[in-house]
């Protein structure tokens, strides 16, 4: 070619100057070639990034993907009808514009995709536009691909995304990618990695994303061990969620629902339901109502629990938030111990009583059966109607007609509370009529070298 290797000579043209000219021409290369350039770096890595030619390429491509309107140097467009992998936003021209090169570069490598994503996002990419090529990467290379090649492409777009804003990944993507994930055998780091991204989201979770079955090889019909690890993970990235009581809320609300699906598992363990049960804070309920029915559903379908086992899993109640006609559903619930039931009776009491103590002085209801026209209502904890004059110099809490109805629901509850004092004493009362038998029937036995002693029944 008659050049020189070296921009020392002033007789010949250099090539080295030639080449740095071209390269810094490159952003002014028609888009195609732009693409054959990334192309040819992919089968000359790793020569082309110690080199510098691929930081040059990543550099070109930025430059026309900002071209937008009429100037897009291709005609595809990833928003067909084809793209619905994780695109929950309807189709716009604007976005259009925006991914009209997602076509162009979904031929390359998931090694390849990785590099360039993570090098567009360290020159500024858009987070959002950087995560939908991920996402439609996927949808057109994992259909057809074998067990080797998925797990190539889903190992490097979780790599990809773990380096995206939080607000740019959608929940529904996340768990595509898992259920896609679920069948292979993911290396540990990226499986945590995944596990930890759902978690941050775990508030925009369906129950529908939560049912992910079991892995092969188990009884039950359900991963629940997944699901705990997602509480984990949002529980370590909210905080405890202290400063986010509506999350948490959320959560727990769906915690509710999930406990309604699985609790008929018959495979479940109670260890694990006890887990599901206990993993969130007391704030995450309002009320446990849900629970409470939750663990019925469970008790109904392991009718071999031991009462101690059943209150463990009844720790994760909070009796004084079930509603009174939960408390008095579990008061005569056979399946429940008598001793949860005593204790919801007796936090019901206790609930009574702090309502008739905060309540103020009293004074005594007016004649008339209508309360005055300044009174105004409240209904502490769906128990009872408290008026309060609307004259501002007393103050005084008025109590009205509902003050009959906190003393019938207490006599109810007291009455329901004695009924179960009267249902132990008279267990007693059989217990040791049945110590007395056993007794009279073991004596003519010990006569015999060969007795055996009658298992005991009551201590």
């Known amino acids: ?5 070296t ?3 002033s007789t010949k043209p250099s090539l080295v100057k030639m080449t740095e000219k071209v390269l810094e021409e490159m ?5 195609q070639s732009v693409v054959d350039a990334v192309k040819e770096c992919q089968r000359l890595f790793p020569l082309s990034e110690s080199s510098g030619v691929f930081d040059r390429v990543v550099g070109a491509l930025l430059s026309q993907m900002a071209v937008t309107g009429d100037a ?6 990833p928003e067909s009808s084809a793209f619905r992998f994780s695109c929950d936003t309807k189709c716009s021209s604007l976005s259009m514009r925006r991914t009209w090169w997602f076509e162009d570069l979904v031929v390359l490598s998931p090694g390849m995709v990785e590099r360039v994503a993570k090098a567009l996002l360290a020159r500024g990419a858009d987070h959002g536009i950087v995560a939908r090529f991920i996402f439609y990467y996927l949808k057109c290379r994992i259909a057809g691909a074998n067990a080797d090649d998925k797990k190539l492409m889903l190992e ?10 939080g607000a740019s990944v959608s929940c529904k993507g996340l768990f595509g990618i898992l259920r896609i994930a679920s069948p292979l055998k993911l290396a540990g780091a990226c499986q945590d990695t995944l596990v930890d991204m759902i978690g941050r989201k775990l508030d925009h979770a369906t129950l529908d994303n939560l049912l992910v079955p079991a892995p092969s090889g188990t009884s039950s019909l359900y991963d629940v061990s997944l699901v705990l690890r997602f509480l984990e993970a ?5 905080g405890g969620a202290r400063y986010e009581p509506p999350r948490l809320k959320k959560v727990g609300a769906l915690m509710d629902m999930y406990l309604a699906e699985v609790a008929p598992d018959s495979s479940l363990q109670p260890a694990r339901f006890v887990e599901l049960a206990t993993a969130l804070p007391a704030a995450a309920r309002d009320c446990h109502d849900a629970l409470y029915r939750a663990i019925d559903v469970y008790f109904q379908v392991h009718g071999r629990l031991t009462d101690d086992e059943k209150m463990k899993i009844c720790k994760g109640i909070n009796y004084e938030k079930l509603s009174p006609e939960c408390c008095k559903h579990l008061a005569t619930n056979a399946g429940f111990p008598t001793r949860a039931a005593v204790q919801a009776l007796a936090s019901q009491h206790t609930v009574l009583k702090g309502i008739i103590r905060h309540s103020g002085p009293l004074k005594p209801a007016p004649s008339s059966p209508q309360p005055p026209a300044t009174g105004k209502y409240h209904r502490p904890d769906s128990y009872s109607d408290v008026g309060v004059d609307g004259d501002d110099n007393n103050g005084q809490v008025v109590l009205y007609a509902s003050r009959l109805d906190l003393s019938l629901e207490n006599q109810n509850l007291k009455s329901l509370l004695d ?4 249902r132990v004493m008279e267990l007693e009362k059989v217990c040791s009529r049945m110590k007395a038998e056993m007794t009279k029937m073991k004596a003519p036995r010990r006569r015999g070298a060969a007795a055996r002693s009658l298992p005991r029944m009551c201590s």
Do not use: E
């Open 1 to 5: 070619m008659d050049m020189a290797d």
């Open 7 to 9: 921009p020392a000579s």
């Open 234 to 238: 949002f529980m370590r990235h909210s």
């Open 156 to 165: 490097a777009a979780i790599a990809v995304i773990a380096d995206l804003d």
């Open 419 to 422: 009924g179960m004092h009267w």
């Open 27 to 31: 952003p002014h290369w028609p888009w």
């Open 72 to 77: 897009t140097p291709t005609s595809s467009s």
